[in-house]
């Protein structure tokens, strides 16, 4: 099925199931330890070996030798692993860095072996004998150091409509200041981990992974196979938030180390690992310069930015929300990508956007108070209908205003104080933040199998992936409207390449499209079963189990007692994003409190208004916010990867030393849902929202912290040190 009209109204329409909060139908196998996850394919593979990566000591240099000879003999070790035995590798097409380093060295613990096992303990154990020696280079470590050296990395990252320099010259009002975002860990719960068999030549890897298509073509580049011979099974992840986008060291490992073994292998990276091993979001420095008006009206916008990463890698795309955001004639946009020999910068729920926002909305906040202007009625002043850079192409729907306007009202926005420093509570000092909320809306050509069975039951197969987000209900919700069934009888089968390529899970496109993906096989499927039963398909009612027509009343199931009708399509996209400027849009409010004395920080508040389209699950979308919300809260306090400038590495790489919120941490959070349908978006008339409620929050709560004590903070995150000497005087 095409996609190049807005859609019309359709059978998705009758909310009789899509809209409603509804349960996830996977909960109680999460519930009762059942669900699948990768390291626990026990099924598969009871006679699995162990796999232990040794990851490099060194953050970039060469192997000079390593001895393997006390490991090899190790008890219980059945094979090890490394770039001198495991025949010629590739590089899949999303990795940065070779994902088995040797001779050599990219980064600081980049896997340079895998030892297998008869147990665990085993195989950590042996792994722990292999003696190598390195030649250390000089590396870059540093984004701070290296401002002077970073390049444009493409044509797309510079943008300028009419003359910045000279209206920001003229602006009776501006603001020239920089902001600096620290490096984080996506630190989701499960490990990276897979399990892998070889029959014969093709593979079979159960793996925590939120792309199967695009892991699968990169195992397959990586081990030089043909793609047919790769299979990739991923029905449930433990979270991902972008890390597991890419196939990693754990799933190629496995695969070498069951080839050598001649067993099947189950391989998890030990958390240290995770964090300097697999990918992380980059660290940032950004300038903010805005001029405009004594009427608040932006005359004058530059968004600059600088992050870092490896050869070959890319920048974090930190500007790109400011140039859709808010309006002004005159505007400017840059990044710039310094070589640092860290491990390997990608993409972390919502990349570019998260961070960008960290700073751009702080800015707003600090111009506003420049004007004397009230911070929402500032941001008001400067919503804009069309793209500010192509003004030919209006917003499908922007709701920024009313997200503003109503999340003001809730959150009693009224009462705040305007003047730093002037509301106490006991000893703490309490403050209110906003922060608006951008994402784009993005859409991805997605495919799904529907099957009807003789007992009228539906079963939808497609390789979309559940990463906690709530796929599995969402894309049942779909098949049940679409075909007028309860969804008790709707069965949906995920995470295999065997299954139709969806759009998978991430970029906030993974529920639009994929549910997208379903409507077009399910609109297929009516067709089939029309035709089955001698109905006309156009104006074929679906309800109840029963398709209706006229006087004529039939059950689904009849159409399905010849023989089960199965039936395949996908949604395709035409230009309709290229017309139109298709986002989501938010505000997050924010109420902390300081303590006086100490400069500790506590959340009190946090209230999050999103207009993201339609929303299909009002509960599992919730989920998706405050979980958002709570990582950015953690972004804003606590999360900093610490980088030891000297030796190439992430210190704190492990959950103990890089922190994260707990439920002490997070306080009463409210979510609310715009009541909008976007029909530019897709047949579901949906978007996302998952990356979106991130996107704002660190900043409103940094702008609270500020009009709690005066103190403004452009260094993330903001702990207490920061606050200490310049706090007003404790009485």
Request: with cysteine.
């Amino acid at each position: 099925m095409k996609f190049e009209q807005p859609a019309g109204h359709n059978p998705i329409d009758q909310l009789k199931v899509v809209g409603r909060s509804t349960e996830r139908i996977d909960g109680p196998l999460k519930t009762t330890g059942r669900a699948a996850y990768a390291y626990e394919r026990h099924d598969v593979a009871p006679d699995a070996a162990y796999g232990y990566v040794l990851g490099a000591a060194i953050a970039k240099g060469r192997i000079e030798a390593m001895d393997l000879s006390v490991a090899q003999a190790a008890p219980g070790v059945l094979a090890i692993v490394t770039a001198r035995n495991a025949g010629k590798l590739g590089k899949g097409r999303m990795n940065t860095a070779k994902l088995l380093g040797g001779p050599e060295i990219e980064h600081y613990h980049q896997a340079v072996a895998v030892v297998v096992a008869e147990s665990f303990e085993q195989a950590r154990a042996a792994a722990h004998l292999i003696r190598v020696r390195y030649a250390r280079h000089k590396g870059s470590f540093d984004l701070a150091g290296t401002l002077d050296t970073a390049v444009k990395p493409g044509a797309q990252s510079d943008t300028a409509v009419g003359d910045f320099e000279a209206a920001y010259a003229a602006a009776p009002v501006t603001l020239d200041a920089t902001y600096a975002t620290p490096d984080h860990s996506h630190a989701m719960m499960e490990p990276h981990a897979s399990v892998a068999i070889w029959n014969g030549d093709e593979l079979t890897l159960w793996t925590s992974n939120q792309m199967i298509d695009w892991g699968r073509s990169d195992v397959a580049r990586t081990l030089n196979l043909p793609r047919e011979k790769v299979r990739l099974v991923s029905p449930f992840i433990g979270g991902g938030f972008g890390g597991k986008l890419f196939v990693r060291s754990d799933a190629v490992l496995a695969a070498l180390g069951a080839r050598a073994a001649k067993r099947p292998v189950k391989l998890a990276l030990q958390r240290p690992l995770i964090f300097n091993n697999a990918t992380h979001r980059p660290a940032t420095i950004q300038r903010l310069r805005l001029g405009a008006g004594h009427d608040g009206r932006l005359t004058a916008i530059a968004h600059e930015s600088w992050s870092g990463d490896l050869p070959g890698g890319g920048p974090e795309t930190a500007v790109r929300q400011t140039r859709l955001l808010y309006a002004g004639a005159n505007r400017l946009t840059r990044e710039r990508l310094a070589r640092l020999d860290l491990p390997e910068g990608n993409a972390m729920r919502a990349p570019g956007e998260a961070p960008g926002l960290m700073a751009l909305e702080i800015a707003m906040d600090e111009m506003a108070e420049k004007l004397g202007m009230d911070p929402i009625e500032f941001r008001i002043v400067n919503d804009t209908q069309i793209d500010p850079e192509h003004p030919q192409r209006p917003f499908s729907q922007r709701e920024l205003v009313r997200c503003l306007r109503n999340g003001a009202d809730r959150f009693g926005w009224q009462q705040r104080n305007p003047k730093p420093a002037s509301v106490r509570d006991g000893r703490w000092l309490v403050g209110i933040g906003v922060a608006a909320a951008f994402r784009n809306n993005l859409v991805r050509t997605s495919a799904a199998r529907v099957r009807l069975s003789s007992d009228g039951g539906v079963t939808v197969e497609t390789d979309m992936t559940d990463i906690g987000t709530g796929s599995y209900t969402i894309i049942a919700q779909t098949a049940a409207e679409m075909m007028g069934l309860p969804l008790e009888q709707v069965s949906v089968r995920l995470g295999d390449s065997r299954f139709p390529v969806s759009a998978g899970s991430g970029g906030q496109w993974g529920a639009n499209s994929s549910t997208a993906g379903v409507y077009a096989a399910c609109m297929k499927l009516r067709e089939a079963v029309a035709a089955r039963l001698g109905l006309d398909a156009a104006t074929a009612h679906f309800a109840d189990g029963r398709v209706s027509v006229g006087g004529r009343s039939l059950p689904l199931a009849q159409a399905a007692r010849g023989g089960e009708l199965v039936v395949e399509d996908q949604i395709e996209y035409g230009d309709l994003d290229e017309r139109y400027q298709q986002s989501t849009f938010g505000a997050h409010f924010v109420e902390v409190g300081v303590d006086a004395a100490t400069g500790e920080i506590r959340l009190r508040r946090m209230l999050a208004v999103c207009a993201a389209g339609r929303i299909l699950n009002p509960l599992s979308a919730r989920s998706q916010v405050i979980g958002a919300m709570t990582m950015g809260a953690g972004a804003a306090l606590m999360e900093e990867l610490a980088v030891d400038k000297r030796l190439g590495y992430f210190v704190n790489h492990d959950l103990a030393g890089y922190e994260v919120p707990v439920h002490a941490d997070i306080p009463h959070q409210e979510v609310i849902f715009l009541d909008e349908t976007d029909p530019i978006s897709s047949p579901m008339k949906a978007k996302g929202v998952g990356e979106l409620g991130i996107c704002g929050v660190a900043a409103a709560v940094a702008n609270a912290v500020y009009n709690a004590t005066g103190v403004r903070v452009r260094r993330y995150p903001v702990t207490l040190d920061k606050l200490l000497d310049q706090l007003p005087e404790y009485t």
